[in-house]
């Protein structure tokens, strides 16, 4: 039983802002998973504090982990429990690293389930157990649903009946080569697959950003040096977390602050300032300054209003990375408006939001938080923004794949039958979000659709 | 008077599923008597004179594979051999033939009386005998008894079969056989759920009225497909075209116009109809829009003049019959030879069967074929040689055995049957197996063969062939593993010739096989020595599971994580009424269908992963309170590796 098996992984706490949170990890890989995250294999049943890392070598947390060996656990595989900070953020973070290194999300009471299997139980805990996963699954179905209202939930069953249409042509045109209905030689298959595939990567869009919400935006703030940066991350955290002095490239490194809005959760991240540096600890600075903006889900570039007025953002912010990255989105913040004499103010034209401000003396910081709540799609009934959860993600990208695998294979391949495999593993994977899993009737869907039967 | 001589195993009935029933029952050792109500309709093909095609080609190799006559019988009497899906993936190519009708019988016949162990009689069974619940052997129609310790039972259509043309009806088997009312009214008085399906058949036409030239001819594949694994090509008879036509507008006005004497259309027929085969007056009323339907012509034999015009199976009067027929395309001043019908029939919820096609109710009694809600020929062949191999089995006090969903169509199909019945005549296809990569024709020997010999069904010396050809493929697999080709060796240099971006390193042989330019032939071209000496289904093989590996490694995976669950046993005496936290709606269905494993429960519609939950627990329950007192049952709590082995 162990052997084989998928590893699995779980908040095992309760979702929140808890003191500490408690991430579970069970499966053959975690022994594996254990030493990714923490740098180091750990003696099975001993509890020891270190910094857990991502796979960037990114420090998440500082916390204490525990690795029990199978058949000593609670579950009866290794298993490995991170006790971390709580933050729903890092907690977040942390997940997604176990996930990247092969974990799958737990189903509601899994862990329990796999106990069991592993005789890990007597019959009052068996008892017992009964109990947890029949309400765990009352609780996922309640908490799914309400994550599934609205716009989100049609456009994920809009999507799945697009796949079962197709999949329609395609297992017809396998299981009835001679109705002259061959749909995988025509057109039809591919446009209708190319439109599902956008119609997911619109979908994964939405969610990503809907995500935002809930798991919060990531800000970095860039410019050149001593333009104010470390400045507006203290204005914005209320609270002296950069040292600031008129020294440019005083900031070396990446700084982070968690910070809430109203509370809509941001990471706001200070950056060592932009400009060829000669000082290797400041080029090393200047390299992750880099990685985050590349990372980040909107940049603010601050500039010294008093020094110059930027036309193009991009093709400055460009430059000053001297490397070519994607850029995500970026808000312009004329800073120190209180040397220009300017007033603060917002301005939207046609791509490029500019906030005139002083993060010195705190004018204008109002604005640039409604600016954020804005971007962060704080107005719910907005279109096309909506909750969702890792879960959701996961399984969203999951579905892509599947369908970018199918594509290459029907349009290289002229592979039906791998097609067909593909566009039902995409399937399995939508049927996770909505939580449907009855199987549709295909078959009966091909007789009322075409006229079969010699 | 009681028959001198008690049997093992009785079969029932002499079409495709009591033939290989008698057969596999033979085959294990088990003395059995075939009784049928006509020796010279023994193998007899009572629809459309083909066997095979998608889904089904993949049931006949599956029965060689497990050692029965169908695909041996079709290959000396296919006269009419294609592949289709050729243009497609490996997984879903099938073998379809068209076959003489008497060469096959024929055939057929001969299987059964060279078979040891096995003897025939011709007689209609009118009743069984029962002791309690438990049956001990039939009655015939003159009164004579036979004991045998098991039945099995294939009477197809014959059960009650009524036969429509137009508004009249008649009853009958088939057209020419009288049906089996007393044995129908008998099975009625046990505790069975009998309902009514309903199939049909065309008109047959004289090819002597037939104006070919009009017509596009369709010639088989060459080379011609083989069905059997040891069949060869030499083995067929002559080979000859079939002939494609289309019903047309005027055809269709015909048949709207003689509706109102639809016995399907007036409500005179109750049975269920299978959607894939409608008759042509439901084509034409269902899909109204379309004006032209396809025809394909069936020659039925060598030595005769009828066809069998596949696509136009209809009950309507014989006039209207005649005028529709007479107003398509070569069909002008066509002479029909037998009028079509339509029959209904009874047949029995397959879901009151365990999993070896023993009945639920009455111990040693074996259902297969159309009364279990089937229709075709490879479908029921199926199911007769695994009812005739469990029958033999039960008498030799051995374990019973059924393929599984992941190793065998078959599987597939008893599993649906057992689990979620069936309204319709059920047909296989191929989107009805999950692994259906893993389940192709060209495989079925692989997957089956080393249990069928285990069981008895097949010989030592056909397993050594299979046995053989494994191993060899593994070898070839592990070498093209460990064998690199360098980037700058002559061999990759002819391999860049077909590549788009040239080798930048070296690659395992294997690898490069994976490479959707490249295949087996390509490598023997460009490697020197690959290849060499290695049979060419050894050859298919390497690149069959090379071009599917990661989907192979997939479903496999898949497989081996399920297997502990989908085979735990649900112990037959449980109270399902008894599980707290069960729907009275689950807990109908479970004690309707009363599911052998928990894979079996979880695959019945409606069932919930929490109600599986809720099984396994109370499953585990019973293990822990009965662990040490009562070891017996323990032991059936367990998984079992005999029962469902992948």
């Known amino acids: 039983m162990t052997q084989n098996q998928s590893t699995i992984v779980a908040l095992a706490t309760p979702p929140g802002k808890g003191g500490v949170a408690i991430v579970r990890v069970s499966g053959p890989l975690s022994r594996d998973i254990t030493s990714k995250i923490l740098g180091k294999s750990l003696t099975p049943r001993q509890a020891t504090y270190l910094p857990f890392i991502d796979r960037s070598g990114q420090q998440l947390d500082v916390g204490i982990a525990i690795f029990f060996q199978g058949p000593h656990s609670f579950t009866g595989e290794d298993v490995v429990e991170f006790q971390g900070h709580g933050g729903p953020v890092v907690m977040d973070m942390l997940m997604e690293s176990i996930l990247q290194c092969g974990a799958s999300l737990a189903r509601p009471g899994e862990f329990s389930e796999r106990a069991f299997y592993n005789d890990k139980m007597d019959l009052t805990q068996a008892e017992a157990i009964a109990d947890i996963i029949d309400s765990g699954s009352k609780q996922a179905a309640i908490s799914a649903l309400r994550s599934l209202n609205g716009e989100f939930s049609n456009k994920v069953h809009l999507l799945v009946e697009k796949v079962v249409q197709l999949r329609i042509f395609v297992e017809a045109a396998i299981d009835f080569p001679e109705e002259e209905i061959d749909f995988l030689a025509d057109d039809n298959v591919v446009s209708q697959l190319t439109d599902i595939i956008q119609d997911l990567a619109e979908l994964m869009r939405n969610a990503q950003q809907g995500s935002l919400l809930r798991e919060g935006m990531k800000v970095v703030i860039a410019g050149k040096p001593n333009a104010g940066k470390s400045s507006l991350l203290n204005a914005l955290s209320g609270k002296q977390s950069a040292i600031v002095t008129d020294i440019a490239g005083t900031t070396r490194d990446v700084l982070t602050e968690q910070i809430s809005i109203d509370g809509l959760p941001l990471h706001i991240i200070d950056t060592a300032g932009l400009r060829k540096a000669k000082d290797k600890v400041e080029q090393i600075g200047i390299e992750r300054a880099t990685r985050e903006i590349e990372q980040a889900d909107r940049v603010l570039l601050v500039v010294d209003a008093a020094e110059e007025k930027i036309e193009d953002v991009e093709q400055t912010l460009s430059k000053l990375l001297d490397s070519d990255i994607s850029l995500p989105p970026v808000t312009q913040i004329r800073n120190k408006c209180d040397l220009t004499g300017e007033l603060p103010d917002v301005c939207e034209s046609e791509n490029l939001v500019t906030v005139t401000m002083s993060a010195s003396e705190l004018t204008g910081l109002d604005l640039l938080k409604q600016h954020l709540k804005r971007v962060i799609g704080y107005n719910a009934s907005e279109s096309g923004v909506f909750m969702a959860r890792r879960r959701h993600i996961d399984a969203l990208t999951r579905a892509s794949e599947h369908l970018d695998t199918g594509y290459a294979q029907l349009t290289g391949m002229a592979a039906g039958e791998i097609l067909a495999e593909e566009l039902k593993l995409t399937q399995n994977c939508l049927n996770e979000i909505t939580g449907e899993f009855t199987s549709d009737d295909l078959l009966g869907k091909i007789f009322s659709s075409f006229c079969i039967g010699k | ?646």
């Open chain 2, 1 to 646: 008077m009681i028959y001198d001589k008690s049997f093992d195993v009785i079969v029932v009935g002499g079409g495709h599923a009591g033939t290989e029933a008698a057969l596999a029952a033979a085959r294990t050792g088990a003395s059995t008597l075939l009784i049928t109500h006509n020796i010279e309709t023994l193998g007899q093909m009572s629809c459309n004179p083909a066997i095979g095609g998608i889904g089904k080609g993949h049931l006949v190799k599956e029965i060689d594979a497990l050692g029965g006559v169908m695909a041996k019988a079709i290959d000396h009497s296919g006269i009419h051999f294609r592949r289709l899906n050729a243009s497609k993936g490996p997984a879903v190519r099938a073998t379809r033939a068209q076959a003489d009708r008497t060469l096959y019988k024929n055939y057929v016949r001969c299987q059964l009386e060279n078979q040891d162990l096995l003897q025939i009689f011709q007689q209609s069974v009118d009743d069984l005998i029962l002791q309690q619940d438990k049956v001990v052997g039939v009655v015939t129609q003159m009164g004579l008894q036979f004991n045998a310790k098991s039945v099995v039972l294939t009477a197809g259509t014959f059960l009650d079969g009524k036969i429509h043309i137009g508004l009249s009806s008649y009853s009958g088997g088939r057209a020419g056989d009288p049906p089996s009312i007393g044995l129908s009214e008998r099975l009625r008085e046990l505790p069975f759920n009998v309902e009514r399906l309903k199939t049909g058949t065309p008109p047959r036409i004289d090819a002597r009225s037939i104006n070919f030239k009009e017509l596009e001819p369709q010639h088989g594949d060459s080379p011609v497909p083989v069905f059997s694994f040891t069949g060869k090509a030499s083995q067929h008879p002559q080979q000859i075209p079939c002939h494609i036509t289309h019903t047309n507008k005027r055809t269709h006005e015909i048949i709207s116009g003689g509706l109102d004497r639809s016995p399907m259309f007036s409500g005179i027929i109750e049975g269920v109809g299978p959607r894939y085969c409608p008759s042509i007056e439901d084509k034409i009323t269902r899909f109204s829009e379309r004006d032209s339907h396809q025809i394909f012509i069936e020659p039925e034999g060598l030595e005769t003049f009828e066809v069998y015009p596949n696509g136009i199976s209809t009950s309507l009067p014989f006039d209207v019959q005649m005028a529709f027929v007479r107003s398509i395309k070569g069909f002008e001043n066509a002479h029909i030879t037998r009028p079509g019908y339509a029959i209904e029939y009874d047949y029995f919820d397959p879901r009151e069967l365990k999993a070896s096609l023993e009945t639920r109710h009455i111990q040693g009694l074996f259902f297969a074929g159309q009364i279990n809600g089937t229709t075709g020929y490879e479908e029921a062949a199926a199911q007769g040689l695994i009812a005739g191999l469990n029958a033999a089995l039960l008498v030799q006090e051995k374990e019973s055995w059924s393929p599984s969903r992941n190793e065998s169509y078959i599987g597939v199909m008893i599993d649906d049957l057992i689990t979620r019945g069936t309204q319709e005549p059920y047909r296989m296809f191929t989107s009805r197996a999950e692994y259906r990569l893993i389940l192709r024709e060209d495989n079925a020997d692989l997957r089956l063969s080393e249990k069928a010999h285990e069981l008895g069904l097949l010989s030592d010396a056909l397993w050594q062939l299979t046995a053989t050809k494994r191993d060899l493929i593994n070898l070839e697999i592990e070498r093209m593993k460990s064998s690199w080709v360098q980037s700058n060796s002559p061999s990759a240099q002819k391999i860049n010739q077909l590549l788009e971006k040239p080798l930048s390193r070296e690659y395992s042989q294997m690898d490069l096989l994976k490479r959707p330019q490249l295949d087996y032939a390509a490598l023997v071209e460009a490697i020197p020595g690959v290849g060499d000496g290695l049979p060419e289904p050894v050859k298919e093989q390497v690149e069959i599971q090379a071009k599917y590996a990661g989907y192979i490694d997939r479903q496999l995976d898949e497989i081996e994580r399920n297997k502990k669950q989908q085979n735990l046993k649900i112990p037959a005496q449980l109270d399902f009424s008894k599980i707290g936290g069960l729907s009275n709606e689950i807990i109908q269905k479970l004690s309707d269908t009363r599911p052998e494993t928990i894979g079996q429960a979880s695959r019945i519609s409606g069932i919930t992963p929490a109600a599986i939950s809720m099984l396994l627990i109370t499953i585990k329950k019973r293990k822990i309170r009965l662990s040490g007192t009562e070891s017996s049952d323990t032991e059936s709590l367990s998984v079992n590796p005999k029962v469902e082995q992948s």
